[in-house]
């Protein structure tokens, strides 16, 4: 979040040392999937157009879709 001409930044470990949670576990590891893996996988899990799944992924560059995306969609 900005905050003057500064970027403010956050981390698990600042919210677990603010709210006094502990943060336990290892952290989420996902696997390398190719995009013409995941875009399938999307297209038959979300139930959208592939069309807009290649232009989500193109915009976001990467393997994933931003949470707007899935507003839009649920």
């Given at each position: 979040?900005?905050v003057?001409?500064?970027?403010?930044?956050?981390?698990?470990?600042?919210?677990?040392?603010?709210?006094d949670?502990?943060?336990?576990?290892?952290?989420?590891?996902?696997?390398?999937?190719?995009?013409?893996?995941?875009?399938?996988?999307?297209?038959?899990?979300?139930?959208?157009?592939?069309?807009?799944v290649?232009?989500?992924?193109?915009?976001?560059?990467?393997?994933?879709?931003?949470?707007?995306?899935?507003?839009?969609?649920?």
């Amino acid at each position: 979040m900005p905050v003057g001409e500064m970027t403010l930044t956050v981390t698990l470990d600042d919210v677990a040392s603010l709210l006094d949670i502990p943060i336990t576990g290892i952290f989420y590891n996902y696997e390398h999937m190719d995009k013409e893996v995941v875009i399938p996988m999307l297209v038959g899990l979300l139930g959208v157009e592939y069309k807009d799944v290649f232009d989500e992924t193109k915009k976001t560059r990467g393997r994933h879709v931003c949470l707007s995306c899935l507003w839009g969609v649920y």
